[in-house]
């Protein structure tokens, strides 16, 4: 296997400099021809989301398939002017100077995706690779085996090993993997890890692109439509199980509206994810990735029921399906595990607050997370959340929809990450950014040029024109 990856490896080093000069046509012909594979595959790639995650198909499609469908769509549809060089505005410096910024590909790229939504956080940023003018080499999650797989067969079909190769493998894999000096490296997976991503990146000085996760807050106040909230907040929580890095994390509402939220949240959670005789919907309802995390779910419950905690919702676990049902906790103490690390699964604790300045106290006790959820009527309550915290990215009164605009950047801040995806961000994110000044013939450059007797008269010029 090391023989391959450093064939592998050293056949995209002499390659991607053919490929940093490839034209806007062709690289739109490599993303339809991605585009092409994963419609010819689509059926597959269905069927290893439902094995690996029980997905349903329109679940699949709406956010792994569809979603990178869309991606790739519009990168087509932009990357022509994402490729032209910005023309930027003269300094006195260089008054007779063209200044531009060239978009140049960084080289030879690492994409690490996760289990979780281990189809589109593998293609997602490999799209702006591939726009960007790059070679790429993937290592998708062995927890997702059946999906890993299928991505190597979408691979295989559309490109060269020269172009982009995917690796399927353990923990070993990305450890010789991040051995290599990639030009850029591009980790979707826990904050734990990526700082291992990073200290190896470090030892190449390769830039990263790390996307986290954390406990995502979601501030309700006393003017929100709680049913509406309720709804809202129940389909971002248990879309493939709460096994989402944006998933609101926990609640912070007023202590009047705990008892009518939860009540809205039982029904929509019933109306959501259940059969009429009251037991879960399967086809509906994601499984828990495997035995590990299921019982490091379970483990987050029963801590918090031991230390106080309150169920107002589920408790039901089944270990033989890797279901843990939709759980609500209350009066949460401090000193609970599940409030000191990220859920990333279907249990939502509620925590009450007396004032908006309390609720956005205990979110800034907290790493900054990857989102922040606010529903509210009032705008005053909204700015307030907004100016006084700090998430990757937020949305009011609605969760989850940011991460679908391609318009939008998407990525974390310190704890839940750094830099940004998607659209013209991913394409920046695997680009260089390079200045290019362009001087004139016919430029006064020379009159700051020794010797500097009797030139006072240069500086008060310039003094002038700043």
């Known amino acids: ?13 002499a390659h991607k400099y053919t490929l940093r000069n490839t034209n806007v046509t062709q690289r739109i012909n490599k993303l339809s021809a991605l585009k092409a594979s994963i419609e010819k595959f689509e059926k ?35 990357l022509s002017s994402w490729m032209e060089p910005l023309s930027v505005g003269k300094t006195i410096t260089g008054l007779m100077a063209k200044n531009r910024i060239y978009y140049e590909p960084k080289g030879v790229c690492l994409i690490i995706a996760p289990w979780n939504y281990p189809f589109q956080l593998m293609m997602a940023p490999l799209i702006s690779a591939v726009a960007a003018g ?78 986290l996760g954390g406990k995502s807050p979601t501030i309700i106040d006393e003017t929100a439509d709680l049913k509406q909230a309720a709804a809202k907040i129940a389909w971002g929580k248990l879309t493939n199980a709460g096994q989402t890095c944006i998933a609101p994390d926990y609640i912070l509402l007023p202590v009047a509206s705990q008892e009518e939220f939860i009540r809205h949240y039982r029904d929509a959670v019933k109306r959501m994810f259940f059969l009429g005789n009251g037991e879960i919907d399967l086809s509906s309802y994601a499984k828990i990735i ?64 007396k004032s908006i300045e309390e609720a956005i106290e205990i979110v800034n006790k907290m790493s900054k997370p990857l989102a922040l959820y606010i529903f509210s009527r009032n705008k005053k309550t909204i700015h307030q959340v907004i100016k006084n915290t700090s998430s990757g990215g937020a949305c ?42 362009f001087q004139s013939s016919m430029d006064m450059s020379h009159i ?17 024109l700043m």
Request: hydrophobic fraction near 40%.
């Open 1 to 13: 296997m090391i023989q391959t990856i450093n064939s592998v490896f050293k056949a995209q080093q």
């Open 290 to 353: 495997n035995k590990k995390h299921f019982n490091r779910i379970a483990g987050l419950i029963a801590d918090a029921l031991d230390k106080g905690a309150a169920l107002a919702l589920g408790g039901e676990n089944d270990f033989l399906n890797h279901t843990i049902h939709p759980t609500l906790l209350t009066n949460l103490p401090e000193h609970a595990e599940i409030m000191k690390e990220e859920i990333f699964g279907p249990v939502l604790p509620l925590i009450t607050y």
């Open 134 to 211: 790059n070679c790429v080499i993937l290592k998708p999650s062995e927890l997702s085996s059946e999906t890993s797989s299928i991505i190597c067969r979408v691979i295989d079909d559309c490109f060269t090993e020269e172009e982009v190769c995917c690796f399927e493998g353990d923990a070993s894999l990305s450890g010789i993997l991040l051995s290599l000096p990639f030009d850029h490296i591009f980790f979707t997976g826990s904050t734990a890890i990526g700082k291992v991503v990073m200290e190896a990146a470090s030892k190449n000085l390769s830039s990263v692109t790390l996307e």
């Open 396 to 437: 009011v009164n609605d969760v989850l929809i940011h991460i679908s605009n391609p318009k939008l950047p998407f990525g974390g801040v310190n704890g839940s990450g750094m830099g940004s995806c998607h659209g013209q961000f991913g394409f920046k994110t695997f680009s260089h950014e390079r200045a290019v000044v």
């Open 44 to 78: 597959e790639i269905y069927a290893a989301l439902k094995s690996d995650l029980r997905k349903s198909e329109f679940e699949s499609a709406i956010t792994e398939v569809i979603f990178i469908y869309s991606e790739i769509d519009f990168a087509i549809k932009n």
């Open 448 to 464: 700051i040029y020794p010797p500097y007797e009797k030139k006072g008269w240069v500086l008060k010029w310039l003094r002038k």
